[in-house]
């Protein structure tokens, strides 16, 4: 079975500083792998997306994530936070085939200050 | 742009209520799922549906049905509310592997 671990519960980081969001992962195989954001009283906003090929992966709002098959990693990055990025971001793997269930991590809630 | 709708944006419900919560989208997609969010524990899939008429069980079921009487359309119910089912619930639809999902809805059952 699949599993996501986002080790960081809450980051703060002031505005204009680099920023990156742990993600772990179990599975067998090459995952997908996706990082959405969910704004405070919305939905999920798919962020970026893994499916094969190039490792570094770049996304809407200046993000990027690189896949690490070595460390079972997808960390999100941004060189330089604004607060608008104040936000919950979720990891999620999903398998590589025809069911592709979804398993998301925990979250990262990230806070900003000015 | 892929649009998913749901039919409250809070609901209050009382316990031992019947609840409804309702999902749209506009773009044909074939798979539907319904997630519960709490905090701390991520997204949890409660049910979801291949086609039309089509439910499999997720991780959660317990407490919660699924109707899907027509493709664009799946709703969530709740037969009897318990207020350990007080959370924000997020629909979401897909056709390849991403999910597109609705802004969801926070229910409270008081």
């Known amino acids: 079975a699949q599993s996501v671990t986002q080790p960081d519960i809450h980051i703060t980081v002031s505005e204009g500083a680099s920023l990156e969001l742990r993600c772990n992962y179990s599975?067998?195989?090459?995952?997908?792998l996706f990082w959405y954001v969910q704004s405070p009283g919305q939905g999920l906003q798919l962020l970026l997306k893994y499916f094969s090929g190039d490792t570094l992966v770049q996304g809407i709002k200046g993000f990027e994530a690189e896949f690490k098959r070595s460390q079972s990693s997808f960390n999100l990055r941004k060189p330089s936070v604004h607060w608008s990025d104040a936000a919950e971001y979720f990891c999620?793997?999903?398998?590589?085939?025809?069911?592709?269930?979804?398993?998301f991590g925990g979250g990262t809630r990230l806070m900003v200050k000015p | 742009d892929v649009k998913v709708t749901q039919s409250s944006r809070y609901l209050v419900k009382r316990t031992g209520e019947k609840v409804f919560l309702e999902c749209v989208q506009d773009?044909?997609?074939?798979?539907m799922f319904w997630y519960r969010q709490d905090p701390g524990l991520g997204l949890r899939l409660i049910y979801f549906?291949?086609?039309?008429?089509?439910?499999e069980k997720g991780d959660i079921p317990e407490g919660y049905s699924v109707s899907r009487e027509k493709k664009e359309r799946f709703s969530l119910i709740l037969e009897s509310a318990s207020t350990n089912q007080t959370s924000m619930y997020l629909c979401?639809?897909?056709?390849?592997?991403?999910?597109?999902f609705g802004p969801g809805t926070r229910l409270t059952v008081t």
């Open positions: 773009m044909d997609h074939e798979n």
């Open positions: 549906s291949y086609d039309v008429k089509m439910k």
């Open positions: 999620a793997v999903g398998a590589n085939n025809a069911g592709n269930m979804l398993t």
């Open positions: 599975y067998g195989a090459t995952p997908y």
């Open positions: 979401a639809s897909r056709t390849g592997p991403e999910q597109y």
